[in-house]
């Protein structure tokens, strides 16, 4: 239980918001939406690398990615 409710915490805070809108080219986006799209990134990336330190939740992770492929 524990951790899929620390999935869904995860999940939650590498989303993005709803008020976010991605527009189609890049080269639209402001300096302010360049920097909030490459800090989300970096966001996902350290909760995904720190999540993978959790043995039980590494194990889980890559098992339910071996299912879907």
């Known amino acids: 239980m524990a951790?899929?409710?620390a999935f869904n915490i995860s999940a939650s805070r590498?989303?993005?918001p709803k008020?976010?809108?991605f527009r189609n080219n890049a080269d639209e986006?402001?300096?302010y939406e360049?920097?909030?799209i490459k800090y989300r990134e970096e966001l996902a990336?350290?909760?995904i690398t720190n999540l993978?330190?959790?043995p039980l939740f590494?194990?889980?992770t890559l098992k339910l990615l071996g299912e879907a492929l």
Request: hydrophobic residues 45%; without cysteine.
């Open 52 to 54: 993978m330190a959790i």
């Open 3 to 5: 951790l899929i409710e």
């Open 29 to 31: 986006n402001t300096e």
């Open 19 to 21: 008020w976010f809108k």
């Open 58 to 60: 590494k194990e889980t």
């Open 45 to 47: 990336m350290g909760i």
């Open 14 to 16: 590498i989303s993005y």
């Open 34 to 36: 360049e920097d909030f």
